[in-house]
């Protein structure tokens, strides 16, 4: 059974960083994409940022310059630094991965982590 797991959430202050990981798991096959989104209470989940199996990253307009992501493909794990937090960023991180296994493609999604910046 495929599990994507998020660490590191937590309670910050503006201004501080926090550090994403996601480790996937089981017969997950060749990742392409990996990425996170967040929702925060009452909103659409979002984008935050993606990147590829060589190394192309996106970010959201709102995180860039404060966020980075980052991935171990030997590990199949990805990261997220948070840097310059702000209470908007507060939100539920949700790790997501897309991967093919015997010719069929799949989106995976972890459980989520909480982030909650104060100000």
């Known amino acids: 059974q495929v599990q994507l797991v998020e660490s590191g959430g937590g309670l910050v202050q503006a201004g501080g960083s926090l550090r994403l990981s996601c480790a996937a798991s089981?017969?997950?096959?060749?990742?392409?994409?990996m990425g996170w989104y967040r929702q925060a209470p009452g909103k659409q989940r979002e984008l935050v940022a993606t990147i590829t199996s060589g190394g192309g990253t996106n970010y959201a307009d709102s995180v860039k310059g404060r966020f980075t992501i980052s991935r171990d493909n030997a590990k199949n794990m990805v990261y997220l630094q948070m840097n310059s937090l702000k209470p908007e960023d507060t939100a539920v991180y949700y790790c997501?991965?897309?991967?093919?296994?015997?010719?069929?493609?799949?989106?995976?999604w972890g459980q989520g982590t909480q982030v909650t910046v104060s100000s």
């Open positions: 997501q991965a897309s991967a093919v296994r015997f010719q069929v493609f799949r989106d995976y």
């Open positions: 089981g017969s997950i096959g060749r990742i392409n994409n």
